[in-house]
Antibody, heavy 126, light 106 residues
């Protein structure tokens, strides 16, 4: 059974940093593209960042970012630990949201998400 | 960025009725469109990908159609568990989600 378990959320002041983690199990993690998708309280879904699986790059995952987080957030993965990360710097109040880890249906970074975690809440407030 | 506009914002129907949800893209996305269902306190669930392919385990009362800029999710006969939020997502150019349609009990 595919399982995705996010952690690392919490309360942080504007300008601060957090690192989110997503522990994956039940599938060959390195073979799949992964993304972070967020949902502000009472709002819709917003794609944040993606990384491809091993199959599409000799050097590692291709990474992509939404314009709203480019230059502030960094996505990475440790295939030996079956874990996805999101390093979030220079956090803003508008980054407050539930952050979901989501699996792609293949190794590419773009496409539909066939499995989702339950999310970890990030609150940016002074 | 491609903008997805979902309509209506809220759809009020009774169990047993047919539900038709629309998703319009600001430019063509080919058939690179997915639909998700989200219930309160839960993560989204993939229903449809590539505009018309049902995801694993999704009942056949859910169907997707369309290509280019206009897409439709149809729920042929609404069951009580189908009252939820529905989002479309395009992956023809980067990744974006629509604003959602709430299907509520009339």
């Amino acid at each position: 059974e595919v399982q995705l378990l996010e952690s690392g959320g919490g309360l942080v002041q504007p300008g601060g940093s957090l690192r989110l983690s997503c522990a994956a199990s039940g599938f060959s993690f390195s073979s799949y593209g992964m993304s972070w998708v967020r949902q502000a309280p009472g709002k819709g879904l917003e794609w944040v960042s993606a990384i491809s699986g091993r199959g599409t790059s000799v050097t590692g995952g291709t990474t992509k970012y939404a314009d709203s987080v480019k230059g502030r957030f960094t996505i990475s993965r440790d295939n030996s630990k079956n874990t996805l990360y999101l390093q979030m710097n220079s956090l803003r109040v508008e980054d407050t949201a539930l952050y979901y880890c989501a699996r792609r249906g293949s190794s590419s970074w773009y496409g539909e998400f066939d499995h989702w975690g339950q999310g970890t809440l990030v609150t940016v407030s002074s | 960025d491609i903008v997805l506009t979902q309509s209506p914002g809220t759809l009020s129907l009774s169990p047993g009725e047919r539900g038709t949800l629309s998703c319009r893209a600001s430019q063509s996305v080919g058939n690179y469109l997915a639909w998700y269902q989200q219930k309160p306190g839960q993560a989204p669930r993939l229903l449809i990908y590539d505009a018309s392919s049902r995801a694993t385990g999704i009942p056949d009362r859910f169907s997707g159609s369309g290509s280019g800029t206009d897409f439709t999710l149809t729920i042929s006969t609404l069951e009580p568990e189908d009252f939820a939020l529905y989002y479309c997502q395009q992956y023809g150019s980067s990744l974006t989600f629509g604003g959602g349609t709430k299907v509520e009990i009339k």
